[in-house]
């Protein structure tokens, strides 16, 4: 098991913590996604490490801003 917890810019209620999740969610071997608007933290835990170019990616689908590691 693998987490990593990014910064995401633009978040700043439910809806955007739903769509960025969604999208993460998306990516091989993550298991679990929580968003939190209100610290712009995002938790990713999969199964192997994610390539943080991936979600980048999917944050960027989702229209918000990856800023990178926390």
Known sequence: MS????????????????????????IPGVTSVKAVASTGLVTVDSDQPVDDAAVRAAVDEAGYELVGRA
């Open 3 to 26: 987490q990593a917890v990014y910064t995401v810019s633009g978040m700043t209620c439910g809806h955007c913590e739903s769509a960025v999740t969604r999208e993460v969610t998306t």
